[in-house]
């Protein structure tokens, strides 16, 4: 199972590499085509979990594949857009919770269109190639605010990547 995750994680490295290279499509004058709504599926999730009655003690563990859905929030996009840094608004949905994201225009290795999304405050990322809707999504969680106890057990901190279809 480590062996898995040191894959991811060196995934994960390269990808923040590949980040620091992006160039804003803000400054070109672009706007973001997306498509109303999005199926995304994960093709492999891995991370740190703590789990119950472990005081502070995450373990590395590769999690179950999971499924979301992306909307772009017509709402924000209408009212807040003209006077935001942002580019783009979008409601992300999962089997737990719903979780509303700030997107700004990325152009990616090859000129690939891309978006940056992060909630506020900022516990959740995604990063989604818009020429082949593929996906890198990271959060993290945990006993940073809920403090040491048993509140803090079954957090975790992962990142996932998959591919995205419009519908």
């Keep these: 199972m480590l062996r898995g995750i040191d894959h991811v994680l060196r995934r994960y490295i390269a990808w923040l590499a590949l980040m620091a290279a992006w160039t804003p499509l803000n400054a070109l ?27 502070e003690a995450y373990e590395a563990v590769v999690f179950y594949e999971s499924e979301f859905r992306l909307e772009v929030n017509r709402v924000l996009m209408k009212h807040l857009l003209a006077d935001s840094p942002f580019d783009a608004f979008l409601t992300l949905f999962d089997d737990e919770r719903v979780v509303e994201l700030q997107c700004a225009n990325l152009r990616g290795a090859g000129s690939a269109k891309g978006l940056s999304c992060v909630n506020a405050p900022p516990s959740d990322l995604l990063l989604l190639n818009l020429d082949n809707l593929r996906f890198t999504r990271t959060a993290i969680g945990g ?25």
């Design 143 to 167: 006993w940073t605010f809920t403090g040491a106890g048993e509140t803090s057990a079954g957090e975790s901190i992962y990142v996932e990547y998959g591919q995205c279809e419009e519908g």
């Design 29 to 55: 004058g672009e706007a973001p085509q997306l498509p109303q709504k999005i199926s995304c599926q994960a093709v492999q999730t891995a991370g740190f979990h703590d789990y119950p009655h472990n005081e």
